[in-house]
């Protein structure tokens, strides 16, 4: 059986505001198996926003583990991160998981990977998912090139370039700022 899976997420951290978007097409095989997918989620009663890329149940469980860690760690995002990333790479269980997280609070961006990484991207802006680069090279252009527009702005144009040329991404898209 085929996963199901392709996605897009991308978020900047641009004029003292974070956003973060994700577009809603989940793919099976080479086929659009769902338009809407919500793969963008609150939690720390909305302190912490957290978009995901991979096999969907497999992100549903990293999202859980990640607030449990945010639980124990007081909504300490970089600590909770930390703290996943190790569980990651040493259980046998979760090492299986094919999933990548982008995590993100008022002042920071998170990118979380299956192999135990903790990332802070450069430049404030990250992107993971298949139209990861067509995102983030849109969300890089437009911070230089027009930095008078919003970080939501920026999120949000970003993600209709990478949809426009990424046949795993769509044109609903999800967008929260901090």
Not at 33 to 56: D, H, M, W
Not at 123 to 136: K, R
Request: glycine letters at 8%; aromatic letters at 4%.
């Amino acid at each position: 059986m085929e996963k199901i899976h392709a996605t897009t997420i991308l978020a900047v951290l641009h004029n003292g505001k974070v956003s973060i978007a994700g577009d809603g097409q989940a793919t099976m095989g080479n086929t659009v198996a769902k338009s809407n997918v919500k793969k963008i989620r609150k939690l720390q009663g909305g302190k912490v926003v957290v978009g995901f890329a991979g096999s969907t149940a497999d992100a549903f469980t990293l999202l859980d583990r990640f607030d449990e860690k945010l639980n124990a760690y007081g909504g300490n995002m970089k600590r909770a991160a930390i703290e996943l990333a190790k569980d990651w790479r040493m259980d046998r269980f979760l090492r299986r998981l094919e999933a990548m997280l982008i995590a993100v609070s008022k002042d920071e961006i998170l990118v979380i990977s299956g192999t135990g990484d903790v990332l802070e991207p450069d430049n404030q802006v990250a992107a993971i998912g298949s139209g990861a680069m067509y995102a983030q090279s849109a969300a890089l252009a437009l911070k230089k090139h027009a930095p008078k527009l919003s970080a939501e702005e920026i999120v949000r144009e970003s993600m209709l370039i990478a949809a426009d040329v990424c046949i795993y991404t769509n044109h609903n898209i999800i967008v929260e700022t901090l």
